[in-house]
């Protein structure tokens, strides 16, 4: 069965750092998807994305944050000088396989970010 | 209220009987799915109720959608103690593009 994978599974980085964190969608899917779930509290959006560009964000993803599909397969989220607030797990998740409202969305395994 | 506010935060109950979560939420939404989460580890899909239907079933979930009230509950009939895991609705937001916001979460213990 497709599934959504992410690597690294857990990076750690030095405060102002950039990281760059890595998701291979289901091969079909059109919609792709950021999140994040600090320890203990609940998953928060960030992005969106559809049509090679971004659809939506949230207030969390300012301009230290930034996505890219670079090649048709790979979804890549970067945070450019990491802070130690940004230590949560990133999930990538994809959906929908042709135009219109999406529907469930597939979720990765996550990747755990430390920030020192 | 946040959108997507899950009650109760947490349910402990013993295997066999149903559980019971309740969602509400504030805006205008194109679907609300239920995902589960075992531990931190990843979210699963488990079901999703377009906003112009009332109720859904998939196995032992029955999910309710009430949009004038804004609230959906899930059940989870018969429980067993794999049931174990944290709950969250999520709501697909009618904003015109794609932005889904979960809320906080049930926490479901089921006792064997």
């Known amino acids: 069965e497709p599934e959504v994978t992410q690597t690294p599974s857990h990076q750690v980085t030095q405060m102002g750092q950039e990281v760059i964190l890595r998701c291979v969608p289901i091969?079909?899917?059109?919609?792709f998807y950021w999140y994040r779930q600090i320890l203990g509290q609940k998953v928060e959006f960030l992005v969106s994305f559809y049509n090679n560009e971004i659809s939506e964000k949230s207030e969390i993803f300012d301009d230290q944050f930034s996505v890219e599909r670079p090649d048709g397969s790979n979804f890549t989220l970067k945070i450019r000088s990491t802070k130690l607030e940004d230590s949560a797990m990133y999930f990538c998740?994809?959906?929908?396989?042709?135009?219109?409202?999406?529907?469930?969305?597939?979720f990765g395994p996550g990747t755990r970010l430390t920030v020192l | 209220s946040q959108q997507g506010e899950e009650d109760p935060q947490a349910l402990s109950i013993q295997e066999g009987e149903n559980a019971t979560m309740n969602c509400s939420y504030k805006?205008?939404?194109?679907?609300l799915q239920w995902y589960r989460q075992n531990s931190g580890r990843g979210l699963v899909h488990l079901i999703l109720i377009r906003s112009n239907e009332r109720e859904k079933h998939s196995g032992r979930l029955r999910v309710t959608l009430d949009t004038s009230k804004k609230s959906s509950s899930l059940l989870i009939t018969a429980s067993r103690a794999a049931d174990t895991a944290s709950y969250f609705c999520a709501t697909d937001l009618n904003t015109g593009g794609f932005k889904t916001i979960f809320g906080a979460g049930t926490r479901l213990f089921v006792k064997a």
């Open positions: 998740a994809s959906s929908g396989v042709r135009s219109g409202p999406p529907n469930e969305q597939f």
């Open positions: 091969s079909n899917h059109l919609y």
């Open positions: 805006t205008s939404i194109n679907n």
